[in-house]
């Protein structure tokens, strides 16, 4: 398993794949969303930064990260947006191979910490991060503007 940089090659298995994503999570998305996202994705100076899991040549899984400021601490840490596998390589390590490689990526930029959220009913990927994170104390709120 390979854990590389998204690159322009990859939009048609990325696109699959983060379609994938939105329907795990019921969200609507329309190929102008997607190609919001892919534009930034391949835009050096847009914050949105992507990792993809290659398998003998397939991307199987896809990981969306970007820098934010701790104001408190004083420090940049990374947030994970958005995290997927492919079912067919489920249970193959590509998701933990993406959030280590976002931890690598976080590493090697002085980050402070990598930080993210998923669903309370998403048990499956919760048994991976419950042994590779430490669940924070932090109760996530959102305004709609």
């Known amino acids: ?14 696109a699959q794949l ?3 994503y939105a329907a795990f999570y019921g969200v609507a998305q329309t190929d102008a969303m997607r190609a919001t996202v892919w534009g930034w994705l391949m835009d050096a100076g847009h914050g949105t930064e992507g990792l993809v899991a290659e398998v003998d040549g397939v ?3 896809l990981a969306h990260y970007r820098a934010f400021a701790r ?4 420090t940049i840490g990374g947030f994970l947006d958005d995290l997927f596998v492919g079912p067919e390589a489920r249970g193959s390590g ?7 490689g976002v ?3 976080g590493r090697k930029r002085g980050w402070s910490l990598i930080r993210w959220i998923t669903a309370e009913d998403n048990y499956r990927a ?3 991060y419950d042994r590779v994170a430490e669940k924070t104390k932090w109760v996530t709120y959102d305004i709609k503007v």
Do not use: C, H, K, N
Request: charged share 15%.
């Open 1 to 14: 398993m390979i854990i590389r940089p998204v690159a322009a090659a990859d939009f048609a298995a990325w």
């Open 18 to 20: 983060y379609t994938g």
């Open 59 to 61: 991307v199987v899984g």
């Open 71 to 74: 104001p408190l601490s004083a």
């Open 94 to 100: 590509a998701a933990e191979a993406l959030v280590q």
């Open 103 to 105: 931890a690598d990526v």
């Open 126 to 128: 919760r048994g991976l």
